[in-house]
């Protein structure tokens, strides 16, 4: 099993950014995925997660919400996050994890599978 997050970058206050974590020897639709972010010096986050069974989904960082958008393309086997009206805060690492449980819902109780992080940086 491999998670392989990606589309990070450099991007400017106020810009949007799609982040993509696609999934090898897995099928991400019957499990919860989940985005978590590390910024420096800080601890690791939970961003945003979606269940297996019935997509709905949760924002787990209040200055997030309305922001960012988790959503999930089968067809891809692929979970994003849409990050719109960026700020400086929102720099961070970012990765996508999974819960290795078939059916799982958020928020699972852990996740088994993780990405290698992208790296996001708001600025200007």
């Known amino acids: 099993v491999q998670l392989q997050a990606s589309g990070g970058g450099l991007v400017q206050p106020g810009g949007s950014l799609r982040l993509s974590c696609a999934a090898s020897?897995?099928?991400?639709?019957?499990?919860?995925i989940g985005w978590f972010r590390q910024a420096p010096g800080k601890e690791r986050e939970g961003v945003s997660c979606?269940?297996?069974?019935?997509?709905?989904?949760?924002y787990v960082v209040d200055s997030v919400k309305g922001r960012f958008t988790i959503s999930r393309d089968n067809a891809k086997n692929t979970v994003y996050l849409q990050m719109n009206s960026l700020k400086p805060e929102d720099t961070a690492v970012y990765y996508c994890?999974?819960?290795?449980?078939?059916?799982?819902?958020?928020?699972?109780?852990?996740?088994?599978?993780w990405g290698q992080g992208t790296q996001v940086t708001v600025s200007s």
């Open positions: 994890a999974a819960d290795g449980r078939y059916g799982s819902s958020c928020p699972p109780m852990g996740y088994d599978y």
């Open positions: 020897g897995f099928t991400l639709d019957y499990h919860a």
């Open positions: 979606i269940s297996s069974h019935d997509d709905s989904t949760s």
